[in-house]
């Protein structure tokens, strides 16, 4: 069955470490996405990619990185610097091109806590 | 700025009435409008989608019409069940210029709880 795999679904982590949530698809879509959603808010754009090797910031990028160096993988790390990582992370990916806007597809989110 | 406004919850109803979950939007341009729903514990699904004024998305029951003079996209399903209970976000896309990439805001979600 084609979908997006996040992993893990819990991950807890002391404050000052680096943490790396994963995120693979394998839908061949060429965009992906990486939000933020905090209790009782909509969600929160991070990071996005469109092509291999490209991404961009999105509206809250600060304290956190990305990679994209193949198509179906875009893992997302949470630094230190980011001040307050406890959340739920969501992954999504969508097809591009003619004939949109396509909907993206979703994974089944990592909750993140850092005490 | 581009932005999306939900009724807020939680939303209490009980089994087999009607629902409506008001969505109303600002945006430049033309935008495509979404319902999402996540159910606990897990990501976003597509709901229904319209692209243009007075499309009328549906699926499972659910129904919302987008409404250009009243920026609304309105969120109703005739007789909800137990299994109706999750969280449903409203969402708007609108392309960039200069890029095909489409900017997808999200509204804030309303909480539904439906009772036996």
């Known amino acids: 069955d084609g979908g997006i795999t996040q992993s893990p679904k819990y991950l807890f982590r002391k404050e000052g470490q680096n943490v790396t949530l994963s995120c693979e698809q394998n839908?061949?879509?060429?965009?992906m996405y990486w939000y933020r959603q905090d209790p009782g808010q909509g969600l929160r754009l991070i990071y996005y990619?469109?092509?291999?090797?490209?991404?961009q910031k999105g509206d809250i990028a600060e304290g956190y990185s990305v990679s994209r160096e193949k198509k179906e993988s875009f893992p997302l790390t949470v630094t230190s610097a980011q001040k307050n990582p406890t959340a739920f992370y969501l992954c999504?990916?969508?097809?591009?091109?003619?004939?949109?806007?396509?909907?993206?597809?979703f994974g089944p989110g990592t909750r993140l806590t850092v005490t | 700025g581009n932005s999306v406004t939900q009724m807020e919850g939680p939303v209490t109803l009980s089994e087999e009435a009607f629902l409506t979950i008001n969505c109303t939007y600002t945006?430049?341009?033309?935008?495509?409008l979404f319902w999402y729903v996540q159910y606990p514990g897990e990501g976003l699904q597509l709901l229904l989608k319209?692209?243009?004024?007075?499309d009328k998305g549906s699926n499972k029951g659910f129904e919302a019409t987008y409404r250009k003079e009243t920026t609304s996209f309105h969120l109703e399903k005739g007789s909800v069940q137990v299994s109706d209970s999750a969280v449903y976000f409203c969402?708007?896309?609108?392309?960039?210029?200069?890029?095909?990439?489409?900017?997808?805001?999200f509204g804030p979600g309303t909480s539904l709880s439906v009772i036996p």
């Open positions: 999504a990916s969508r097809t591009m091109g003619a004939g949109g806007p396509y909907e993206q597809y």
């Open positions: 839908l061949n879509h060429d965009a």
């Open positions: 990619s469109q092509i291999v090797n490209d991404f």
């Open positions: 945006a430049t341009g033309y935008p495509s």
């Open positions: 319209a692209t243009k004024a007075d």
């Open positions: 969402a708007l896309s609108l392309p960039l210029q200069k890029t095909s990439y489409d900017k997808v805001i």
